[in-house]
């Protein structure tokens, strides 16, 4: 996650995320679920700036006006855990512009609050290392830690302990997202335990050699079906996804909890083209995306 100086203060672009494999093993003591997943961020982002607030406020602004600006918001959660594990009373006024939408398994309220955590701890000169902020993203919530460990990973445990993984090249996508989205909390509820869960190691390797044809054929999310049945019309996104054929998506899958969908396609010619064709149908938003150099 990059910070880079603005006006008085810091600029953080903290991007989406994307699911290629997420399995869900069962449910722990702590009543979240043990999961392996791999993810990657793309080309889609939110953008924060932070200013500091000599009165010792923590004030956020969103130009969305759905999104709430208290605590119940991850951003003012996250900037308030830092400067409660370090002591400190310092302030700061935070402008948040989204354009990677809630509830949509993309990851924007977690990719937003590591890039409060990183950016406030440059700009109070808290000095924290890299363990600790992993630590207080882990209790923030599973997926933010991965937010400083992109553009890919896999995570283990509740899907907060990342291991980092090499790109072996760039990947194209068409990102759907519906205007419906889908509570995470809820389609967690109504996953079912499994005798055999599949294997996350085809997934990563084809990855790392950029085989992204293997890696189409190796796309998994055990979320997908539970997500479906709470709410058959995601299907319709599904299904035109599969209408494209292979001859321009190389796989398709929801991410996260969803309700986004997205195809890896064969090339970015490809991916305009699908883009092109899923913008005639209305379905909801589509955009083009790249993950790697």
């Not at 354009?99 to 398994?105: C, I």
């Not at 000169?125 to 209790?139: M, N, V, W, Y």
Request: glycine share 12%.
């Amino acid at each position: 996650m990059i910070v880079i100086p603005h006006g008085a203060g810091l600029r953080v672009r903290a991007p989406a995320k994307i699911n290629l494999f997420l399995e869900v093993l069962g449910r722990r003591p702590d009543g979240y679920h043990e999961v392996e997943t791999l993810m990657v961020t793309v080309s889609l982002s939110d953008t924060l700036d932070f200013t500091p607030d000599p009165s010792g406020a923590i004030v956020l602004k969103c130009d969305d006006p759905s999104l709430p600006t208290d605590g119940r918001n991850l951003v003012v959660r996250a900037a308030e855990r830092l400067r409660a594990e370090c002591g400190c009373e310092l302030g700061a006024a935070i402008d948040l512009h989204k354009e990677v939408p809630a509830q949509a398994g993309l990851g924007g309220g977690s990719s937003d609050a590591m890039a409060t955590l990183t950016a406030l701890n440059q700009l109070w000169d808290l000095d924290l290392p890299s363990d600790r902020l992993d630590l207080l993203a882990g209790e923030l919530g599973s997926d933010v830690a991965f937010f400083a460990h992109g553009p890919a990973a896999v995570g283990r445990g509740r899907g907060e302990r990342m291991e980092a993984v090499p790109l072996g090249g760039t990947a194209h996508f068409v990102l759907m997202v519906p205007p419906h989205g889908m509570s995470t909390a809820l389609v967690y509820q109504h996953v079912r335990p499994i005798d055999a869960p599949r294997s996350m190691g085809p997934a990563v390797d084809a990855l790392k050699r950029g085989d992204f044809e293997t890696l189409g054929r190796c796309l998994f999310n055990r979320l997908q079906a539970v997500a479906e049945g709470l709410e058959p019309a995601l299907c319709q996104v599904r299904d035109a996804l599969a209408d494209i054929g292979p001859a321009y998506l190389q796989g398709h899958l929801m991410s996260g909890s969803g309700s986004a969908y997205f195809g890896l396609a064969r090339d970015r010619d490809a991916a305009h083209t699908a883009a092109r064709h899923l913008e005639s149908l209305g379905l909801g938003l589509v955009r083009v995306v790249t993950c790697g150099p």
